[in-house]
């Protein structure tokens, strides 16, 4: 039974930082890219950020490109999430997930829905 675990989440005021861990079992984590995704309130989940299966690759959407960095780390089956410069708009449910495929131009493709209950986000201005 696959498992996702978010957490690192919280409250902060615009320009602070704060960094996401996000914890995959039952399956074997190197055999997939991971993505970040987030949802705010009343929007659909969108994708922010992916990673490939041993980590030399990542990608990046244009709201959050020079501020966030994505990681993993393949021997504890954990992907990470580091925001800085954060905004009242990465306000937003933050979530986790595999994908079948990284793509250097569209991120992860072929998510497998395994989603976690997220992590909250919340930026002050």
């Known amino acids: 039974q696959v498992q996702v675990v978010e957490s690192g989440g919280g409250s902060v005021q615009a320009g602070g930082s704060l960094r996401l861990s996000c914890t995959v079992s039952g399956l074997t984590f190197d055999d997939y890219a991971m993505g970040w995704f987030r949802q705010a309130p009343g929007k659909e989940r969108k994708g922010v950020s992916c990673i490939n299966r041993s980590g030399g690759y990542t990608y990046y959407t244009d709201p959050v490109k020079g501020r966030f960095t994505i990681s993993r780390d393949n021997a504890k089956n954990t992907l990470y999430l580091q925001m800085n410069s954060l905004k009242p708009e990465d306000t937003a449910m933050y979530y986790c997930?595999?994908?079948?495929?990284?793509?250097?131009?569209?991120?992860?493709?072929?998510?497998?829905?395994?989603w976690g209950q997220g992590t909250e986000v919340t930026v002050s201005s």
């Open positions: 997930a595999p994908s079948r495929y990284y793509d250097a131009g569209r991120g992860c493709l072929g998510t497998v829905a395994y």
